[in-house]
């Protein structure tokens, strides 16, 4: 069985159609049927069964996905490793990172990994939480820094790093009471609510749900500095992250509504089947040994 065999195989079998698969590979439709008619030859049983959908795998030949798999998953850590050691030591490491509050983590990471592989050229990204964990699932990225915003990535493998709060702040003189106040009465405020999909939009829908309102007037940002203004500037109630909202209040910009609303989890992720990759593996160590506390 051939590398090149088993990727029409597993193509196929995700697509379930031998057009798409052609398609994906860059190949002919006879060339994609020869490679699966060459494995079933070696096997000695069907791996596909055509039906009305197009191509469905038989009992046996979902066995054999599995297998196939794996085999696929290590020729390229095996390409992998040849390029490193093709390149010596050195390499690139796309990292991403989100705005805030990674920085004093990754200032450390990047710090120690320069001393420890000082021949591995680091790309920085910035982006926002979201931005960074999508990139990192479809391998734009090879390793980033995201806050939780309640998303599920089951092909990552995600290591906390650390959390921080997410405050409730409102602009000065607007809440009589900051330590006891009533929902009811902010419900009916305006506020300032980032994207849904951000750690910060995150705690807002859970804030939401728990006290059972939805607010009346809703301006959407998703950008904590402009969230900050909005706030001192008297436009609305808004979320700030805990050494943003600490800051602002302590220069009498905003007031802060009751405790933390939320801990929220900082992650430095990677895809899960490339763990094992040399330069993936070395940034994760460096984090495990150096960073992490």
Same mark, same amino acid.
């Given at each position: 069985?051939?590398?090149?065999?088993?990727?029409?195989?597993?193509?196929?079998?995700?697509?379930?159609?031998?057009?798409?698969?052609?398609?994906?590979?860059?190949?002919?439709?006879?060339?994609?049927?020869?490679?699966?008619?060459? &494995?079933?030859?070696?096997?000695?049983?069907?791996?596909?069964?055509?039906?009305?959908?197009?191509?469905?795998?038989?009992?046996?030949?979902?066995?054999?996905?599995?297998?196939?798999?794996?085999?696929?998953?290590?020729?390229?850590?095996?390409?992998?490793?040849?390029?490193?050691?093709?390149?010596?030591?050195?390499?690139?490491?796309?990292?991403?990172?989100?705005?805030?509050?990674?920085?004093?983590?990754?200032?450390?990471?990047?710090?120690?990994?320069?001393?420890?592989?000082?021949?591995?050229?680091?790309? @920085?990204?910035?982006?926002?939480?979201?931005?960074?964990?999508?990139?990192?699932?479809?391998?734009? @990225?090879?390793?980033?820094?995201?806050?939780?915003?309640?998303?599920?990535?089951?092909? &990552?493998?995600?290591?906390?790093?650390?959390?921080?709060?997410?405050?409730?702040?409102?602009?000065?003189?607007?809440?009589?009471?900051?330590?006891?106040?009533?929902?009811?009465?902010?419900?009916?405020?305006?506020?300032?609510?980032?994207?849904?999909?951000?750690?910060?939009?995150?705690?807002?829908?859970?804030?939401? #749900?728990?006290?059972?309102?939805?607010?009346?007037?809703?301006?959407?940002?998703?950008?904590?500095?402009?969230?900050?203004?909005?706030?001192?500037?008297?436009?609305?109630?808004?979320?700030?992250?805990?050494?943003?909202?600490?800051?602002?209040?302590?220069?009498?910009?905003?007031?802060? &509504?009751?405790?933390?609303?939320?801990?929220?989890?900082?992650?430095?992720?990677?895809?899960?089947?490339? #763990?094992?990759?040399?330069?993936?593996?070395?940034?994760?160590?460096?984090?495990?040994?150096?960073?992490?506390?």
């Amino acid at each position: 069985m051939e590398i090149y065999q088993l990727k029409t195989f597993v193509t196929i079998a995700r697509e379930g159609s031998i057009t798409r698969a052609a398609d994906i590979l860059c190949l002919s439709q006879p060339a994609v049927s020869a490679h699966i008619k060459a &494995l079933e030859d070696e096997a000695g049983f069907l791996l596909f069964e055509r039906n009305a959908r197009g191509m469905s795998l038989t009992q046996q030949g979902a066995t054999l996905l599995l297998t196939a798999e794996r085999l696929l998953h290590l020729h390229r850590e095996l390409l992998a490793q040849a390029r490193q050691l093709r390149e010596g030591a050195g390499g690139q490491l796309r990292l991403g990172s989100n705005r805030a509050p990674s920085a004093l983590i990754l200032g450390r990471l990047l710090s120690r990994f320069a001393e420890q592989h000082p021949d591995v050229e680091v790309h @920085l990204h910035y982006g926002s939480s979201i931005e960074i964990e999508q990139a990192i699932s479809r391998a734009e @990225l090879d390793a980033g820094f995201f806050a939780d915003s309640g998303s599920t990535s089951p092909e &990552l493998f995600k290591l906390p790093v650390d959390s921080f709060g997410v405050y409730l702040a409102a602009p000065p003189a607007w809440v009589a009471n900051p330590k006891s106040f009533d929902w009811s009465v902010l419900a009916a405020m305006p506020w300032i609510c980032p994207a849904p999909n951000s750690c910060c939009g995150n705690v807002a829908e859970q804030l939401f #749900q728990r006290h059972k309102f939805r607010p009346q007037k809703q301006i959407n940002v998703d950008h904590e500095k402009v969230t900050r203004s909005l706030i001192a500037g008297g436009v609305g109630l808004g979320f700030l992250h805990a050494d943003t909202a600490l800051e602002a209040q302590e220069k009498g910009e905003v007031v802060l &509504l009751g405790d933390v609303q939320q801990q929220v989890p900082l992650y430095f992720a990677v895809l899960a089947q490339r #763990q094992e990759e040399p330069l993936i593996a070395a940034v994760l160590t460096t984090l495990r040994e150096n960073v992490i506390q």
